[in-house]
């Protein structure tokens, strides 16, 4: 069993900046984890992932170039760094974990844990 605690939502401006974390705990070896997020009235979106053991990393189209997903593997913890935010950003934000494939960790389907989820809000 895989449990995710997400943090560091929260309001910022456009333009600013916010990290979340997400506390991973439970059995994790191999474990793949992924950003996601849902917008009212919107599907949910895969932002990025990283295999928690190397480091490798993959990013959905709406984060390259503003997104930077990390992972601190002493803390169990993995972060995204929101940089340059835009009102289209604001979301619910998930944090998710599966295993398998690294092809299957990086397409962003198929997550089969997920946290509470940490609320994004930017204002213009």
């Known amino acids: 069993e895989v449990q995710l605690v997400e943090s560091g939502g929260g309001s910022v401006q456009a333009g600013g900046s916010l990290r979340l974390s997400c506390a991973v705990s439970?059995?994790?070896?191999?474990?793949?984890m992924g950003w996601f997020r849902r917008a009212p009235g919107k599907e949910r979106e895969g932002l990025a992932s990283i295999l928690f053991s190397d480091g490798r990393t993959s990013y959905g189209d709406s984060a390259k170039g503003r997104f930077t997903i990390s992972r601190d593997n002493a803390k169990n913890t993995v972060y995204l760094q929101m940089n340059s935010l835009k009102p289209e950003d604001a979301a619910m934000y998930y944090c998710?974990?599966?295993?398998?494939?690294?092809?299957?960790?990086?397409?962003?389907?198929?997550?089969?844990?997920w946290g509470q989820g940490t609320q994004v809000t930017v204002s213009s």
């Open positions: 998710g974990a599966r295993f398998g494939l690294w092809s299957a960790c990086s397409s962003l389907r198929g997550y089969d844990y």
């Open positions: 439970g059995y994790t070896s191999g474990i793949c």
